[in-house]
């Protein structure tokens, strides 16, 4: 016998509007990370961003609200300012965070690349020391260490510092041929004329050379290779040594610079999909943590993590007026100067140096005839290393930083800025780095 009873539904009726529209509020969970972002943002001090806005004109939107919508952006892995304007239309998180305004793309372009340049550390340091009232971190404790992340620059338009330096030197070489070449040929016309050092030249030195030989070879009968040559140095030479001098003077001590974004430098990337370590334009961002937050960061342009340290620390204490009284580091960070600089600024350093393992395996320290005071310190950092409580941080280092650049770079899939300058960049990692504080605020609270 067949069954009389009928399949009953939920009400649905898409098209029957509201007597009483819903408050977003209500529709989002308290616990949720987007009401941390609101409510710490709320709290903050932003005399001084706000002191960058003018009087008079049309009305703005207000920075704070533009400013809980880029961390909550960067909190939901969202980094394009397109796909945020979007979201303001239809994500009901962000909706609600923006009280219903929509700022186009250009508008949260503009306030996260011009307005938070200079503004955004500040506003990271706040957060930190709530964090530390709260007892959820200590600023005495520091887990340092460094990745590469790709700039947003071309992979193929670079220069090389040690091209640079040859051009240079090729132009002096030649240079000297055809000085000697005039010599050869107008002898008694360049005979009190003042020696020339070639090793160094510059465009002024190459224009007076290049005219005082076109000068005595006038009315001489000259190969035309020569002829050739000396017209192109006229055209060519003063304006090359110019482009050189002003690509050393942006590379300063680096190997390398993209022309797309000056400030980045080429590097190896571990995560290059090829897996060959493909050199690419990319900045090495340190960065300070406990208990995986973070307390500290700073952009860098060298590929190395050992010279990093001096300015990462330099920061941490513009920040917070005081230096961290243990710092925990692996090998990359263990040169004699680092000593140094830890030991003159009265920080444990719990960091090991290159031949750390091989010394545990052998229990005897490595030593270097050619540096006893290396030597030194290095038996006394085997020592604290090897202490119940450099043992302990030593284990607890990998469990802190290290799930950090995972986070980052593989759940948060950021591995490519969206801005291009130092500037700019270190704008991007302040907004991810309180994205990331915020959003382990929310799952401890």
Same mark, same amino acid.
């Given at each position: 016998m067949l069954s009389t009873s009928k399949v009953v539904f939920k009400d649905y009726t898409p098209k029957e509007n509201l007597l009483f529209p819903p408050n977003l509020s209500e529709l989002i969970d308290e616990r949720h990370p987007v009401k941390i972002v609101s409510n710490i943002i709320d709290g903050l001090?932003? @005399?001084?961003?706000?002191?960058?806005?003018?009087?008079?004109?049309?009305?703005?939107?207000?920075?704070?609200?533009?400013? &809980? #919508?880029?961390?909550?952006?960067?909190?939901?892995?969202?980094?394009s300012s397109r796909k945020m304007e979007q979201a303001l239309k239809e994500n009901i998180h962000f909706m609600w965070l923006s009280a219903m305004s929509r700022p186009d793309h250009n508008t949260l372009n503009r306030f996260r690349s011009e307005r938070l340049k200079g503004e955004i550390k500040a506003i990271f340091t706040q957060i930190v020391l709530l964090l530390e009232k709260e007892g959820l971190v200590s600023l005495k404790t520091t887990f340092v260490d460094g990745t590469k992340i790709e700039a947003n620059a071309n992979r193929y338009t670079f220069v090389w510092g040690r091209a640079v330096k040859k051009h240079k030197e090729r132009i002096a070489e030649q240079l000297e041929e055809l000085w000697n070449y005039a010599e050869t040929v107008a002898k008694d016309e360049l005979e009190n004329t003042e020696s020339i050092d070639f090793?160094?030249?510059?465009?002024?030195? #190459?224009?007076?050379?290049? $005219? &005082?030989? /076109? $000068?005595?070879?006038?009315? +001489?009968?000259? =190969?035309?290779? #020569?002829?050739?040559?000396?017209?192109?140095?006229? +055209?060519?030479?003063?304006?090359?040594?110019?482009?050189? +001098?002003?690509?050393?003077?942006?590379?300063?001590?680096?190997?390398?610079?993209? +022309?797309?974004?000056?400030? =980045?430098? %080429?590097?190896?990337?571990?995560?290059?999909?090829?897996? /060959?370590?493909?050199? &690419?334009? =990319?900045? /090495?961002?340190?960065?300070?943590?406990?208990?995986? %937050?973070?307390?500290?960061?700073?952009?860098?342009?060298?590929?190395?993590?050992?010279?990093?340290?001096?300015?990462?620390?330099?920061? %941490?204490?513009?920040?917070?007026?005081?230096?961290?009284?243990?710092?925990?580091?692996?090998?990359?960070?263990?040169?004699? $100067?680092?000593?140094?600089?830890? @030991?003159s600024k009265k920080i444990k350093a719990y960091v090991k140096y290159n031949y750390f393992r091989k010394d545990q395996k052998s229990g005897q320290i490595t030593t270097s005839q050619n540096n006893p005071k290396l030597a030194k310190i290095r038996e006394k950092v085997f020592k604290l290393l090897n202490t119940s409580k450099g043992i302990k941080l030593r284990k607890q280092r990998c469990h802190d930083i290290e799930p950090v650049f995972a986070e980052l770079k593989h759940n948060k899939n950021f591995k490519r800025f969206m801005l291009r300058g130092k500037n700019k960049v270190e704008v991007e990692i302040g907004i991810l780095a309180i994205a990331h504080n915020l959003n382990k605020m929310s799952k401890a609270a």
């Open positions: 001090d932003i @005399k001084s961003l706000i002191k960058t806005y003018k009087p008079g004109g049309t009305s703005c939107y207000h920075p704070k609200m533009l400013l &809980k #919508v880029l961390i909550y952006g960067y909190l939901s892995n969202i980094y090793k160094e030249v510059d465009s002024e030195k #190459v224009t007076q050379t290049i $005219e &005082k030989i /076109n $000068e005595v070879l006038k009315d +001489k009968k000259v =190969a035309s290779k #020569v002829r050739q040559k000396l017209n192109y140095a006229k +055209k060519n030479w003063a304006d090359n040594l110019e482009k050189y +001098k002003k690509q050393q003077e942006l590379l300063e001590d680096r190997n390398s610079y993209s +022309k797309t974004d000056t400030d =980045a430098t %080429f590097m190896r990337m571990k995560e290059d999909h090829m897996r /060959n370590g493909q050199l &690419k334009p =990319a900045y /090495n961002l340190q960065i300070s943590t406990h208990r995986q %937050f973070i307390l500290h960061y700073s952009i860098h342009p060298n590929p190395t993590d050992t010279k990093t340290l001096a300015t990462h620390l330099l920061g %941490f204490e513009e920040s917070y007026h005081k230096a961290p009284k243990e710092l925990v580091a692996d090998a990359g960070y263990g040169s004699e $100067e680092n000593y140094n600089l830890l @030991k």
